[in-house]
């Protein structure tokens, strides 16, 4: 019975061992099915929202933006720029293999994607912590993105754009797909394709593309600015050396064909390199949007420049930087402004290509004796006039014992005399006087708009301010008294015609900031600067100017603002690093410059004489105070002007110069 109650049934079989092909064809079934199931999933979730892939030949780019002067002179465009798509057989042999050697190696071997640089990405996407995904994308993969998708990095995205790159494989040749990335890509600079990026960067169809230039634009894959052949010169030519050797190591080209196209010069297009008012439109530029919001067609931007005054504010700069190189002299900036506020020259550096920070409105540099005239205007409105006595001798404010530049003192003289020789007692002392806080009120009032600290020091120029804020400061002292903002941008309108903002459109009413006696007084006084003061170097004759030079602490900044009839233009020079210059003061380079661009820019302005106040007689000729001018201005002195705050600790002052000593 107990054998029956187990069913009757003998021990099982031993299970037959399958033999090494049955176990490779039984898993490769089992991964099979479950590779079917996982692209099933797969699909299901990344693809149920892939993009409109008929959109594929349809051409979409930003709306481009043309900036005009204010005469309708073209000052450049910004935003995309298309050319007709070129045929990969007309290409050189080399520019699409530049492209395949730095982005895609495997380019004919994959279908549409690389496992293997795929898995190298998630592996070291795996151990950031935060930052940039790394994409390991094929040529197939960024084409499907530029096509179809946004740049955005995140894993959606990426399995989105695989799925993408396979559909291309499938549906076209890779003759075919070579050819759309090609004429498609993004080169900076506005530039889409590879007609459009050989056009804008060295003038010349694709077809003719050497070498070295295609390995320069296979370069700029990795970072269209950052690899800019027009603004990181350096950079790009290195980036194009990796090229060429990657290309050298996939036998594209032989070691031979690699140093020939290291002895060929590259020559990027001047137009382009060349381009005027770049910090000017970069300006503008960071103002459109905010205007009249993200363009959705091209617009065309009437601005208030004038090219030929840009022109020769560029070559000032350039000239006076480069003459005063050695006294330490690296950088420059100048802004003009007319009575009504508007730019009419704008340099924020001496070259565009080597730096984009834009000094004229980016920078904050201490004013210097410069900011002395809100001073002597806050004096005039609570009294005082030019003719006002008072003594140069030592004071002491508090804990803080101002001293002048040559550690001299004149005695009793009046106020005229104090600012057209900059004198550092007489501006403290009345400073304390008046008020800070109301020498700060008219400052602003004018247009200052930084912040100003109500120390005794800011007296002497201890705010910082910006080119743009002199200019636009200094414009009531040379219009008659009325605040004139700056500004660069007149209309703007559609390419079509529809205007979207208009700067005359419900402007306000001028708003006078100066009233009478003062405005007459400042002008008096800040006229005698020009003629006998600090500022004589900037004096253009046959013109009525007036001005203020202005030079900080250790000679860090050197500052001549000046003016005549409704025109106004602000200088500054000294090193972004804020180190010291070599005793390079206000009445020196920027006077210089001052004077080489108002020299051209005044026969074209037409400019009337300052209102108010009355202009001084010339000085009588001075045969041996000509020859001290003369060599003062060969060293950049100043003979009246000390820097801010070096003699204010207590150091002993510098020995005078021979062609220092007033006669």
Sequence with gaps: MANAGQGGRGPRPPREKRSPLQALIYWVLVLGVWGLIFLVAFFAVFAVDLPDTSSLYDVKRQPSVSYLDRSGALVAVRGSQYAPPVD?????????????????????????????????????????????????????????????????????????????????EARFSKKQILELYLNRVYFGAGAYGIEAASQRYFGKPAERLTLGEAALLAGMMKGPSRYSPVSATDRAARRATVVLDKMVEAKFITPQEREAAFRTKVRVNPVLANQRAQYFTDWVDDQVRSLVGEPTEDLVVETTLDLPLQAAAEQAVQRGVAAAKGQGVEQGALVSIDGEGRVRAYVGGTNYLQTQFDRATMARRQAGSAFKPFVYLAAME???????????????????????????????????????????????????????????????????????????????????????????????????????????????????????????????????????????????????????????????????????TGTTSDYRDAWFVGYTGGFVTAVWVGKDDNKPMRRVTGGGAPAGIWKDFMTAALPRLKVQPIPGGIAPAPAEPDPIGDVIDGITDFFGGDRGEEPRSEFDEGQPPPQRRREEVPF
């Design 382 to 548: 609570a009294g005082r006039t030019p003719d006002t006595p008072v003594v140069d001798e030592p004071v002491k404010i508090g804990n803080w014992e101002p001293r002048n530049y040559t550690g001299e003192y004149l005695g009793p003289i009046n106020l005229q005399t104090a600012l057209a020789q900059s004198v550092n007692t007489v501006a403290a002392r009345l400073a304390n006087e008046v008020g800070t806080s109301n020498v700060a009120a008219a400052a602003r009032r004018l247009g200052i708009t930084s912040n100003i600290q109500l120390d005794p020091s800011m007296a002497l120029g201890a705010v910082e301010v910006s080119p743009l804020e002199m200019a636009q400061a200094y414009a009531p002292f040379a219009n008659g008294g009325f605040l004139a903002r700056g500004y660069g941008i007149e209309r703007i309108r559609t390419s079509s015609g529809r205007v979207l903002y208009d700067h005359s459109v419900d402007r306000p009413p001028r708003q006078a900031v100066i009233g009478q006696p003062a405005l007459a007084y400042m002008n008096q006084m800040m006229r005698t600067v020009i003629v006998s003061g600090t500022g004589t170097r900037a004096n253009v004759s046959g013109y009525d100017i007036a001005g203020k």
């Design 88 to 168: 990969l057989d007309r290409l050189p042999e080399y520019v699409p293999e530049a492209f395949i050697a730095i982005e895609d190696r495997w380019y004919y071997w994959h279908f549409g994607f690389n496992p293997w640089g795929i898995v190298r990405s998630q592996i070291y996407n795996m151990r950031r912590e935060s930052g940039p995904l790394r994409g390991g994308s094929t040529i197939t993969q960024q084409l499907a993105r530029n096509l179809f998708l946004t740049p955005s990095q995140n894993y959606r995205r990426k399995a989105q754009e695989l799925i993408l790159a396979v559909w291309l």
